[in-house]
């Protein structure tokens, strides 16, 4: 690892593919690695300094800049496929979710729907330079994925995080009708947070007097934003 990012801080991309495919490839990745101050560096001449005895456990890392090589194309050709595939590969510590998101239970879709967008890609040692910092569409279309299989099963949860994406949360065009309805099936299952959204989705719509029923449903459910 420590070789991988000295190579990449001088730029020498192509050389630093090799040891942080090794590192990223050592399992298992521990969920909270130690963080050494210095992993390795490289003077103006390029040439580096690297520290004896690699630290342990820092395979997310390498996984997320290796991620980032790919998606650029910095070393190599552009590869998204190999990008998503390293990414994504510190989610399988969560193999629990996996499972039970493969088998239909969907809250564990809904869980790894989350762990996408709370992917520790999305902020590790180099964010200035990470591509998902400036294009997350592959992390939103795997969590939608999974948001919509357990949406598929009336799960309220589901419902309510596809109404935030319609409404703009991942920063793409706002579709109030498509969050709207979301919400709604949402509220029709009895989620408090869904009737207070739904309530101020048709409030926004116009529709004040049904909005205003649905938001006192939540208020009586101890929705606290009610």
Same mark, same amino acid.
């Given at each position: 690892?420590?070789?991988?990012?000295?190579?990449?801080?001088?730029?020498?991309?192509?050389?630093?593919?090799p040891?942080?495919?090794?590192?990223?490839?050592?399992?298992?990745?521990?969920?909270?690695?130690?963080?050494?101050?210095?992993?390795?560096?490289?003077?103006?001449?390029?040439?580096?300094?690297?520290?004896?005895?690699?630290?342990?456990n820092?395979?997310?890392?390498?996984?997320?800049?290796?991620?980032?090589?790919?998606?650029?194309?910095?070393?190599?050709?552009?590869?998204?496929?190999?990008? +998503?595939?390293?990414?994504?590969? %510190?989610?399988?510590?969560?193999?629990? $979710?996996?499972?039970? /998101? @493969? &088998? #239909?239970? =969907?809250?564990?879709?809904?869980?790894?729907g989350?762990?996408?967008?709370?992917?520790?890609?999305?902020?590790?040692?180099?964010?200035?330079?990470?591509?998902?910092?400036?294009?997350?569409?592959?992390?939103?279309?795997?969590?939608?994925?999974?948001?919509?299989?357990?949406?598929?099963?009336?799960?309220?949860?589901?419902?309510?995080?596809?109404?935030?994406?319609?409404d703009?949360? +991942?920063?793409?065009?706002?579709? %109030?009708?498509?969050?709207?309805?979301? $919400?709604?099936?949402? /509220? @029709? &299952? #009895?989620? =408090?947070?869904?009737?207070?959204?739904?309530?101020?989705?048709?409030?926004?719509?116009?529709?004040?007097?049904?909005?205003?029923?649905?938001?006192?449903?939540?208020?009586?459910?101890?929705?606290?934003?009610?």
């Open positions: 690892f420590n070789a991988g990012v000295a190579y990449s801080s001088a730029g020498k991309y192509a050389e630093a593919i040891p942080l495919t090794q590192a990223a490839a050592t399992a298992p990745i521990d969920p909270h690695p130690p963080r050494p101050a210095i992993v390795g560096t490289c003077s103006d001449t390029g040439d580096c300094e690297i520290p004896a005895g690699p630290p342990e820092y395979q997310e890392d390498a996984s997320c800049l290796l991620g980032d090589l790919y998606a650029l194309g910095l070393g190599t050709k552009r590869d998204m496929a190999a990008a +998503a595939k390293w990414w994504f590969l %510190p989610l399988d510590k969560y193999g629990e $979710y996996r499972a039970g /998101a @493969a &088998k #239909g239970d =969907a809250k564990a879709q809904v869980a790894l989350d762990l996408y967008l709370a992917g520790p890609c999305l902020n590790h040692l180099d964010p200035s330079r990470h591509a998902l910092t400036h294009d997350n569409s592959l992390v939103w279309n795997e969590a939608l994925r999974w948001y919509r299989e357990a949406a598929r099963k009336d799960d309220p949860q589901a419902a309510i995080r596809l109404g935030k994406y319609y703009g949360l +991942a920063g793409v065009p706002r579709q %109030p009708g498509k969050a709207e309805t979301w $919400y709604g099936i949402a /509220a @029709a &299952k #009895g989620s =408090a947070e869904g009737q207070y959204l739904y309530g101020l989705a048709l409030r926004s719509d116009g529709a004040y007097r049904e909005g205003l029923r649905w938001l006192r449903l939540a208020e009586a459910q101890g929705y606290q934003p009610a």
